[in-house]
């Protein structure tokens, strides 16, 4: 059962009194197998609390969380809390092996954070295997009390989270994958709140219902917690005005569909301006990586008039309800029309004279059959397997201790801190590459950053198998994206493209296929923090890298002290 209490705290500025209350919220989280019927299969899914989505928190910018998470599957599991900014509470961000190590079945630890000058949509999930293919929820931030939205109060607000089901085990997809060398097995749904919705069999009887009447103005809080799948989403003749993303208040602007990688929150305000009736929202796959198997099936729910002609409620007897026309499935025109409207709705502090100026490439690889593999196990094209790097380093997680643990405590051996701030070898990184360039190395590197630090990073897409729109997520910070572009980037032309007065603020950024993205930020927050791309599949592969951000002077530009209950390796 999920306890929740309240309780009002005072925090004293450490300079002059100011008194800022918030209050503590207190959840427990079972994570459990759960009997869970779609497409007219049970599995038994790995849950919180026995839900599907788990639980919403609804929180306010300025409360602190207390989480116990108690782990009753057989697997080993964490929860990220994904976007929140983790000042100086690195113990609590969640990936395995990287913060902390995994809660192992049986066990529990509490994660301890507070949301600090944060408002509007992030999600929670599991950040161990695949386990977030079922194991994941809305975090809703409002204002502080007294405070209020940058736009008309909406009557209603409805979260819509985006998820992606397998008829079968995802752990034992992603197991088979890492056998054979090949890609995972595709998904068989999409899914809106949980529910495939009426496109797939056995769905219809449970498709998720959202109330609007006529007049309303309602915010949606869209989130992608799909696995692998960038998606499309849209409502049936009804347009969309975005207001905010990743938890950041955007300049609004219309638009009749979004697009959301995976990590990635979109919110948006709809009005209730069309006849009394039902109209179907839906979402399906963008698909950039062309030649590239995926799932591609339409999932979709119900916005549905409160004053809606009887007839039409029941569904069954009634006109079906209206469908809305979605974007084609390698549609990237509309991709970047949408991404390019992003703007901050002010003038904001972007960093400008910069310390660390860095250039990451990202892509997938093939390596070649080790002599000792039987060819079952590489099913990769041509008898290779799949993997991933950035800067043609593959990452790999240690399995013995976590790297926040290793950094604090001085252990060695456990990573390095020769992670390239440049790719070791420049190439026509969107052209044919040299099939040389396909077998990335192995390794645990780290990039240091020194404690403020203004950091630009700039990251591109290489062609290596096939360019692909990549979701890229840095935990424990913001960031400006301050440009993208298409081909390679060139630092003579496209500087002089920045945004440096009103970029969006992101936590997740769409790497565009063939092409590049600026991003900024300060390195204000001491720890070590992952940086990956949010397409499972591919962090599976070694597609990440993590930074380690030094302590700056005092407590208050210090990584706290552990907690007591931090699992035990």
């Given at each position: 059962m999920e306890s929740f209490n309240t309780i009002l705290f005072f925090l004293i500025c450490s300079t002059m009194l100011c008194w800022v209350t918030g209050e503590v919220q207190r959840h427990q989280f079972v994570i459990q197998a759960t009997p869970v019927k779609r497409l007219c299969n049970t599995h038994m899914a790995i849950t919180v609390n026995g839900m599907l989505p788990g639980p919403t928190l609804e929180v306010k910018n300025g409360d602190t969380l207390e989480i116990e998470v108690v782990n009753k599957a057989k697997y080993n599991a964490t929860i990220h809390w994904h976007g929140v900014r983790q000042m100086r509470t690195g113990w609590a961000d969640g990936p395995e092996f990287v913060t902390q190590c995994p809660i192992r079945p049986g066990g529990s630890y509490t994660y301890r954070f507070t949301i600090e000058g944060q408002e509007g949509t992030l999600w929670w999930h599991a950040h161990s295997s695949w386990l977030r293919a079922t194991v994941y929820g809305a975090l809703i931030i409002r204002p502080r009390e007294g405070e209020s939205y940058p736009f008309p109060k909406p009557k209603r607000e409805t979260a819509i989270v985006l998820g992606e089901w397998w008829d079968a085990n995802p752990i034992d997809v992603v197991r088979q994958a890492t056998m054979t060398g090949a890609a995972p097995n595709n998904s068989d749904a999409y899914t809106i709140n949980g529910q495939p919705g009426d496109l797939y069999k056995c769905s219809s009887k449970d498709t998720t219902i959202v109330p609007i009447d006529v007049g309303e103005t309602n915010l949606l809080r869209v989130i992608n917690a799909a696995l692998n799948q960038p998606l499309f989403f849209t409502v049936a003749n009804h347009k969309l005005t975005v207001v905010g993303a990743d938890a950041s208040y955007l300049k609004p602007f219309a638009t009749s569909v979004i697009m959301l990688g995976p990590g990635q929150t979109t919110d948006v305000l709809i009005q209730g301006n069309q006849l009394p009736a039902r109209y179907y929202m839906a979402a399906r796959a963008y698909q950039s990586a062309q030649n590239a198997p995926f799932d591609n099936t339409t999932t979709t729910a119900i916005l549905e008039y409160k004053s809606a002609p009887c007839p039409a409620k029941k569904g069954i007897n009634g006109p079906k309800p209206i469908m809305p026309s979605l974007p084609a499935y390698n549609d990237t025109n509309?991709?970047?029309?949408?991404?390019?409207?992003?703007?901050?709705?002010?003038?904001?502090?972007?960093?400008?004279?910069?310390?660390?100026?860095?250039?990451?490439?990202?892509?997938?690889?093939l390596n070649n059959c080790p002599p000792n593999f039987p060819s079952s196990r590489c099913q990769g094209p041509n008898g290779t397997r799949f993997t991933a790097s950035m800067n043609n380093v593959s990452f790999v997680l240690p399995q013995s201790i976590s790297l926040l643990q290793a950094h604090q405590h001085g252990i060695p051996g456990v990573f390095t801190t020769d992670f390239p701030g440049t790719p070791p070898l420049k190439f026509d990184y969107t052209g044919n590459v040299s099939r040389s360039l396909y077998q990335p190395v192995p390794g645990t590197k780290l990039y240091k950053l020194k404690y403020g630090s203004k950091v630009q990073i700039v990251i591109q897409d290489t062609s290596i198998v096939t360019p692909e729109n990549h979701p890229i997520h840095l935990h424990g910070y913001d960031f400006y994206i301050v440009a993208e572009g298409f081909g390679n980037f060139d630092p003579k032309t496209d500087t002089s493209k920045f945004n440096l007065v009103d970029p969006p603020q992101r936590n997740t950024v769409g790497v565009p296929v063939n092409g590049w993205a600026a991003i900024r930020f300060v390195a204000d927050n001491p720890g070590v923090w992952i940086m990956h791309c949010h397409l499972d599949v591919h962090i599976t592969w070694g597609l990440a890298m993590a930074f380690v951000v030094e302590n700056g002077l005092g407590e208050l530009q210090s990584l706290q002290a552990p907690p007591p209950d931090l699992p035990i390796c």
């Open positions: 509309t991709v970047t029309a949408f991404s390019q409207s992003f703007r901050s709705p002010r003038k904001v502090e972007v960093p400008t004279e910069i310390d660390e100026s860095l250039f990451f490439t990202v892509g997938l690889g």
